[in-house]
């Protein structure tokens, strides 16, 4: 299910390039697929920092 929603968030970075510079920059090295389950492997690694420390989500502040 990780890798299904990161195809969703990567065809939607294809065409809004400015609100997701990371995954912008990760397609211009990376195949599509390979894109995908790294972006899975984030949000997995995010959603565990999230369960083990009771945290709600804050979205990450452009620069």
């Given amino acids: 299910m990780l890798i299904v929603g990161a195809m969703a968030v990567i065809r939607c970075a294809e065409r809004h390039k400015s609100k997701r510079p ?5 397609l211009a ?12 492997n ?3 690694r995010m959603i565990w ?3 083990t420390s009771g ?5 990450p502040q452009i620069a």
Wanted: proline share 0%; hydrophobic share 55%; glycine share 0%.
């Fill in 22 to 26: 990371w995954i912008a920059q990760l």
């Fill in 29 to 40: 090295r990376k195949k599509v697929k390979v894109a995908a389950v790294a972006l899975a």
């Fill in 42 to 44: 984030k949000n997995a």
């Fill in 49 to 51: 920092a999230m369960m």
């Fill in 55 to 59: 945290e709600r989500y804050r979205e």
